[in-house]
């Protein structure tokens, strides 16, 4: 890489490595706390969040810095357009809030999985959600999260990408033993908002740099690297639309086949992607099932719909300003140039983003907002990895093996994220050539060939009676087929780049990810509906507030698959027993034995410190009240407004922008 470190002043340096002292001593703090058992306290709190931490936690669990240097590079590579992702949620948080936490929360579920199985009953559809679930933590967050936050150490150090990665995954292998997810707690919502004032800070110097929204709008057009602004473009053989900024950059809406975000897929298409990522997925989802009400999920997703307009502003422009400042390295399309600069051929825009910290925010200020980045990215995936071992041990090594032991899931949860991470660093690669190299695009197209079936599933699920298990499962294989019979040529040909196009044929790869979103949605709905209806319907019996029409309904429900249900607890309640008994027993054998050194090594490891570990165990669960899901008339009008002022403030935006 050409850049030399730009990291090397005493200011920045300083401010890191105390940020990072900082947060292991959080970690550290909460790990000794007396009460360690939060996490658990916390789930059987109940439901006491109020609407702004709701709307917090919406925007903070969806932004990370793979945001941060996909949304910035792929608006350096093609324009504004990029920000319809951001803008659609505006609508599709409302979808959540008004549509479908009502009937999860009259279900009385806490995860999407016991969801689908009080619908449908079964264990088939909730264990392929496990692995789809897997499969979409691997491909499209550890891999992109382990690849931008490389992106960052790159830029600020100069190391290669792959020394970058391991350093990362190094220092969040200390943050994970040391703080863990107990810390996550104390210092998310810290860092959520110093990187959005560290962001709003970034975009002021960005724009008094280039001289304002006006010469944005003027340079923009001419941001092209000096090799052929200054020489025969004839001397690289490269077409003049590989390296010159497209026309319709400030256009959101753009031409349906020649476009690279087309309109339809921009409207329709990110409107099924989005709704599978925000009214299914689990890690959203929680958050809305923690409010204290259902009218504090409403203003929750309206608090999240409002900030979801500022990555435009906080991302994508900068990273336009960032092609114009910096045209040579980001804008650059000569594969030796690029390999030079970034360590790819198909192009820099990634490193977009990381570029303008590095070199337009003032010493120390430009430490600290690196520091925030990566900590965050590594409590992102000190999550991930922790949440992809309990889905893999729980839900599908114990499908393997009922009988394992509670040691043996510890040592398999730990290979599996092992393993997951091995995958991870070798699908790097790929992360980086895909879609001309714009993290974004690649983590979108990702989701579009494999979330559409689960949208459709879950929206039928809630809102027609008579799908049932068999038309569920088939409408979810039968779209996985699809989807893989598009997913899978497109990476073993490769997407390409404007200079070396992908030998994909067209009738595979030519239709456009967002248009293919459209399709295998509708197809999947058409399978579902079609087996649903050659089959035996599910009683309403089995039915009461599990979908919307009968939301409100007082009747008693029978769950299907009660009896082995209620067996399967049994029998878990009585290896729990045996194992508390077993565990107590080894604990005071082995207390009398253990040195303080083993203790302290114990508390970092996550082990049992003494006999309080088992606090937790012993803490008697109350049986869960039906929730209510009525509202004050005065609030549900004002939070009603609210939604249709919101909704009128996004037509504006899309329409000012269109």
């Known amino acids: 890489m050409e850049n030399s470190p730009s990291l090397s002043n005493p200011a920045d340096i300083a401010i890191i490595s105390g940020y990072f002292i900082l947060v292991i001593g959080v970690g550290i703090w909460s790990m000794f706390r007396t009460n360690r058992g939060t996490v658990g306290g916390y789930f059987l709190a109940g439901r006491t969040m109020t609407w702004w931490p709701v709307g917090a936690s919406l925007f903070a669990s969806n932004i990370g810095s793979g945001h941060f240097v996909g949304l910035a590079g792929t608006g350096a590579a093609s324009g504004i357009a990029v920000g319809g992702f951001e803008w659609n949620a505006l609508f599709i948080v409302l979808l959540l809030g008004w549509l479908f936490v009502p009937v999860y929360l009259t279900a009385g579920v806490i995860t999407m999985p016991q969801y689908l199985k009080k619908r449908f009953g079964g264990t088939r559809i909730s264990l392929y959600l496990s692995v789809i679930s897997l499969f979409l933590y691997i491909f499209t967050k550890i891999s992109v999260d382990m ?10 150090l100069g190391w290669n990408i792959y020394v970058a990665v391991i350093s990362l995954l190094l220092i969040t292998a200390v943050y994970t033993v040391t703080g863990g997810l107990a810390a996550l707690m104390y210092t998310d919502t810290v860092q959520t908002f110093v990187i959005i004032a560290g962001a709003f800070v970034l975009t002021g110097f960005s724009f008094v740099e280039v001289g304002g929204y006006g010469a944005l709008l003027a340079k923009y057009s001419s941001a092209t690297p000096s090799q052929f602004s200054s020489m025969d473009p ?30 339809p897929g921009v ?32 203003a929750g997703c309206i608090m999240c719909g409002y900030l979801k307009l500022l990555p435009m502003f906080l991302m994508v422009f900068p990273g336009m300003i960032s092609r114009v400042l910096y045209p040579d390295e980001v804008g650059c399309v000569v594969p030796e140039v690029c390999k030079r600069v970034c360590g790819t051929e198909v192009g820099c825009s990634n490193i977009a983003y990381p570029k303008l910290v590095v070199s337009i925010m003032p010493n120390g200020l430009r430490g600290l907002m690196l520091a925030v980045m990566l900590a965050a990215l590594m409590s992102s995936l000190a999550s991930i990895f922790n949440s992809s071992s309990t889905l893999f041990t729980l839900d599908i090594w114990t499908r393997i093996r009922p009988q394992a032991t509670e040691r043996e899931l510890l040592i398999v949860g730990r290979v599996w994220v092992l393993f997951i991470v091995a995958i991870s660093i070798c699908w790097i690669p790929v992360v980086q050539a895909a879609q001309s190299g714009q993290l974004f695009d690649y983590i979108q197209s990702v989701s579009s060939y494999l979330a559409p079936p689960i949208a459709s599933v879950f929206l039928l699920a809630v809102f027609v009676k008579r799908v049932n ?14 989807g893989l019979c598009r997913m899978l040529p497109e990476f073993w040909f490769g997407t390409g780049s404007c200079i070396f196009p992908s030998n994909c044929p067209f009738l595979v790869c030519g239709i456009h990810y967002l248009h293919f979103a459209i399709i295998l949605f509708f197809c999947t709905s058409l399978l579902v509906l079609v087996v649903s209806y050659c089959t035996q319907p599910i009683e309403d019996q089995h039915l009461h507030r599990l979908v919307f029409s009968l939301r409100h309904s007082k009747e008693e429900r029978k769950d299907l698959d009660w009896e082995q249900q ?3 607890e049994r029998r878990a309640r009585r290896a729990a027993e045996d194992r508390l008994r077993e565990n107590n027993t080894d604990a005071a054998a082995e207390d009398d034995e253990k040195s303080g050194i083993c203790h302290l090594v114990g508390r970092l490891w996550g082990g049992s410190g003494g006999s309080s570990q088992t606090r937790d165990d012993d803490m008697p669960v109350e049986p869960q009240r039906l929730p209510d899901i009525s509202e004050d008339p005065v609030w549900k009008s004002t939070v009603d407004t609210n939604a249709l002022i919101m909704m009128a403030v996004a037509v504006l935006m899309w329409g000012y922008y269109a």
């Open 147 to 156: 690849f931008s936050g490389a992106v960052f150490i790159q830029q600020a």
């Open 234 to 263: 004839q001397r690289y053989n490269i077409s003049p639309h590989c390296y010159s900024p497209r026309q319709d950059a400030f256009s959101l809406l753009r031409d349906p086949t020649t476009g690279d975000l087309p309109w």
């Open 267 to 298: 409207v329709f298409g990110i409107a099924i992607v989005g709704g599978w990522y925000w009214c299914t997925d689990q890690v959203i989802v929680q958050r809305c099932l923690a409010a204290r009400s259902l009218t504090h999920v409403k």
């Open 469 to 482: 298990e068999t038309g569920a499962f088939w409408g979810l294989i039968g779209g996985l087929v699809m």
């Open 566 to 568: 209620e067996e399967r």
